[in-house]
């Protein structure tokens, strides 16, 4: 029951944090992505690990995807989504 209202706990404020960040630079997110693995590293809780290092992974690939857009904008390429930036 605890580790229930943990997680959802952990949940809602992912889902606060992604509404403020939305425009983090790939280094920021990476940043974001460490900070979570630190924290799933001091959970005890092995759902709670698990989900804060869903985050992190998360957190990574919004890095990778932020660096694909600045890339394809800045030489005016089309993105994997075939749109141009």
């Known amino acids: 029951m605890i580790a ?4 959802a706990n952990v949940r809602r404020l992912a889902r606060e944090a992604i509404a403020v960040d939305a425009y983090l630079s790939p280094e920021a997110c990476r940043m ?8 799933a590293d001091a959970l005890d809780d092995p759902v709670q690990r698990a989900a804060m290092l869903q985050y992190a992974e998360w957190w990574d690939r919004l890095a990778q995807y ?5 890339l394809d904008r800045n030489s005016g390429t089309e993105s994997q989504s075939g749109t141009v930036a």
Not at 32 to 39: N, P, R, S, Y
Not at 66 to 70: L, P, W
């Open 4 to 7: 229930q209202r943990n997680l």
């Open 66 to 70: 932020r660096e694909r857009v600045a």
């Open 32 to 39: 974001k992505a460490l900070d979570c693995m630190i924290k």
